[in-house]
């Protein structure tokens, strides 16, 4: 069946890095755009990036240009999110989801990242 596992997350003083890892399992990875979404304590779902199959299309929100970097291994059916100079504002639980047609239709069960001193 289709997995989505998430890993890499965890405790970071502000102005520190993660690389958030999501292994894909039971479909064919290099067929599927793949995103990072994340949701902060008490709030809904934020998109955070995404990239094509091939990984030469890259798209980020506004607010995480130039900190974040999508990236994936279709040889290893991982995706990767590089996070540098996090901020408090970026603790919350990452989830990576696959894009199929007009939906996110797969989840992992989502990695904490947490930015504290």
């Known amino acids: 069946q289709v997995q989505l596992v998430e890993s890499g997350g965890g405790l970071v003083q502000p102005g520190g890095s993660l690389r958030l890892s999501c292994a894909a399992s039971g479909f064919f990875f290099s067929s599927y755009w793949m995103y990072w979404v994340r949701q902060a304590p008490g709030k809904g779902l934020e998109w955070v990036s995404g990239?094509?199959?091939?990984?030469?299309?890259?798209n980020y929100a506004d607010s995480l240009k130039g900190r974040f970097t999508i990236s994936r291994d279709n040889t290893k059916n991982t995706l990767y999110l590089q996070m540098n100079s996090l901020k408090s504002e970026d603790t919350a639980v990452y989830y990576c989801?696959?894009?199929?047609?007009?939906?996110?239709?797969?989840w992992g069960q989502g990695t904490q990242v947490t930015v504290s001193s």
């Open positions: 989801a696959r894009w199929k047609t007009y939906e996110y239709d797969k």
């Open positions: 990239i094509s199959i091939g990984g030469d299309n890259t």
